[in-house]
């Protein structure tokens, strides 16, 4: 059995050497969001284009201005106006937040620390040359190279893209992921279950994260518990970029997932990992494409896609695997796991001031959604510990999705 660390190496290492080359496709600067950048964006003159204005206020030669000093106003310099005359000596002008300083000048005194007397103005301290000023090609010189392929597009990004000038943006296609449930007891969402069966909210939560994760989610139903079902879905699922299983993989008689894989000439990484909820976690390769066998209790398949399948995805994608939304908070109230496995319990983090504190909720297992509908994280009980005290500093994986 693996631990955490093993397993997530593990599958960015055997899905980095497998990456074929991926399908590039030219997007909407719009409609970018969540895709990896497959060029590089340079900028297309410098930034900002001219010395520009940070404050509202007045724009001087800073040796001419001190406490209670007086200057004549000669104008104003609204944002977008066109600058060229130097600023007379012994002068001023108005100038907003955003517009070019005139040659000449050199600092902004803010509206708030000058008195306007008719046409003149009087200043109540002094400034320094440079104050409240972003220089000309401060920010990027032209033809920086400000975006690089591999890079996933938020909206900072985006913002930068467009800022440049670069409306269409050339992206990796989004890997296509099919999403195949098992059991006999599984129903389609829409339809009522009987006494003895359940919904697939698997294939609702895989879809979801595949999208967040930046995946396209091919959602290709439910197989029954029986070998030529799941042996015709599989292969169906196999001619995707990747496949994500839930169910079927544990100990019971009707879990044979990795059994028909092994026949399709699966080769597997690994079949357990030292987690809960999540331990009969299964990865590997087949037919060329990496399948992930995720455990059926929602949770399991929930917690055991944000380790494992996002970073797949990103490798898929043409993005380096992220890394874990992981951060650090004081424990809120006091723990005792079984230890051995790394758990993930649903919990609730909240900012007080300046530590994040967090608590485990109440819930009934990795069955359990509703405990995971009301967490914003998972707090992390390591392997190697039992019983953690308040105060102590702990690991919470962020659902990002929420937070
Ligand atoms: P399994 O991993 O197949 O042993 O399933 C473990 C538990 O998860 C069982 O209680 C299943 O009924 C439940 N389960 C399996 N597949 C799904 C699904 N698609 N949606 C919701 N629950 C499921
Ligand atoms: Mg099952």
Redesign the pocket.
Known sequence: MLTLEEARRNVIEHIGNKISSRAIVGVSVWDALGLVLMEEVKTDREYPPFDRSTRDGYVVRAKEVAPGAKLKCVGEIKAGDTVSEPLARATCMQIMTGAAIPPGADAIVMIEHTQREGGVVRFERAVQAGQNIVPRGSEAAAGQTLLRPGMRLGYAELALAAQVGAVELECAKRPRVAIL???D??VPVEEAPGPFQ?R????VSLAAQVRIAGGEPVVLG?AADRVEDLGEKIERGLKEDALVL?????M?KY?LVEKVLKVMGAEFYFDAVAIRPGKPAVFGICQGKPVFGL????VSTMVTFELFVAPAIDLLGGAEARALPLTEARLGEALNEKPGLTHFLPAQVEWHGRTPEVKALKWQGS?DIAALANANCFLVVPADRDKIAVGERVSVLLRKDVV
């Open positions: 449930s098992t059991g007891e599984v359940i697939n909210s698997n294939s439910n839930s169910g079927g993989v544990s019971g879990d455990p059926g209790n929602p069955g």
